[in-house]
């Protein structure tokens, strides 16, 4: 008994802010518009019973489905989407490993200073974060000011309200992420290996590459998972650092909701893009259960 109600807790807490949220998400996307509050009218009244249900799959149309398909704002903001959360993950990849290498390689009393300066940031509202960044970004910027300064360039840079910026946005803001997996792999490395491999002719980066990098990808791998699942769906960087020409799918699910109103179609784009998330969260899972069965 005290087992099942251990088990319980994860899987109640699921259900009341996964499972549910989701079906109401879906029965929405299965709706009709209309002009009322709220914007649309149910075709599934759960009210009716059973007699409600045979009727609602009797009628069961996929409108709101076919209707992302006849126009190419939604595909081109779901490629856009994977492209941007792709090519930020791989930034994050390339600023984030060598940190964590150089945190793995200190001292160990200077570890827990170098990991909470990774986590300090965390202690700042997200928002406010990315709002310091418009203004260092900004043609007035903090930045701009500084190259000019110094003579690399002689006009502001334009930065702000373009890709470059919402890429920078990621990065930033999901670092940690990737440096802290990273890191508890690289920690839990045997030194031995290196200076064996080193032993037998591999030079310091042949070493680095054959030994250090494949032992590191359990943590790459979680990494990296950790910055493209939610970065694939971002809304506040893109609106605030992206400008009119950076198409999210997070901008247009926020636009169809508030801006449109269009209730239906809105949790029809939400379904799809869980749909999407399904893909490297199971991955990611799969990867984590690996190494638990390695480890063990």
């Known amino acids: 008994m ?3 109600l251990l088990i319980s807790v994860p899987y109640l807490w699921l259900l009341a802010l996964f499972l549910v949220p989701f079906f109401i998400v879906l029965k929405i996307s299965l709706s009709d518009t209309a002009l009322a509050i709220p914007p649309y009218t149910p075709t599934l009244d759960l009210g009716a019973g059973w007699a409600g249900l045979k009727g609602f799959f009797a009628e ?16 081109k903001a779901y490629l856009s989407s994977v492209w941007i959360a792709l090519f930020s993950t791989l930034l994050t990849l390339i600023v984030g490993y060598p940190i964590a290498y150089g945190m793995a390689q200190a001292r160990e009393e200077w570890r827990p200073t170098l990991m909470m300066l990774v986590i300090l940031p ?7 974060r990315v709002y310091s960044w418009m203004g260092i970004l900004s043609q007035e910027g903090v930045l701009n000011q500084f190259l000019m300064w110094s003579g690399v360039i002689s006009d502001p840079l334009m930065i702000l309200n373009t890709n470059t910026a919402v890429y920078i946005g ?5 670092l940690p992420f990737m440096i802290l997996p990273i890191y508890a792999a ?12 080193e032993d037998l002719g591999c ?4 070493a680095f590459w054959l030994v250090t990098v494949p032992l590191s990808k359990n943590g790459i791998i979680a990494g990296c998972f950790l910055v493209f699942i939610p970065a694939l769906g971002e809304f506040v960087i893109p609106s605030l650092l992206g ?20 209730w239906p179609v809105a949790s029809a784009v939400a379904v799809i893009l869980l749909l999407i998330l399904i893909i490297p969260i199971i991955l990611f ?3 984590e259960q690996k190494q638990r069965e390695a480890e063990g």
């Open 2 to 4: 005290r087992r099942l």
């Open 60 to 75: 069961l149309d996929l409108e709101n489905f076919w209707f992302l398909t006849t126009d190419d704002l939604y595909w």
């Open 122 to 128: 965390f202690w700042t509202s997200f928002l406010i």
């Open 170 to 174: 990621i990065v930033y803001t999901y």
């Open 186 to 197: 690289l920690e839990k490395l045997d030194i031995s290996l290196i200076e064996a491999a």
């Open 203 to 206: 030079s310091r980066f042949q």
């Open 243 to 262: 400008g009119s020409q950076t198409l999210m799918i997070g901008k247009v699910l926020w636009e169809e909701f508030f801006n449109n109103r269009d």
């Open 285 to 287: 899972q799969r990867n």
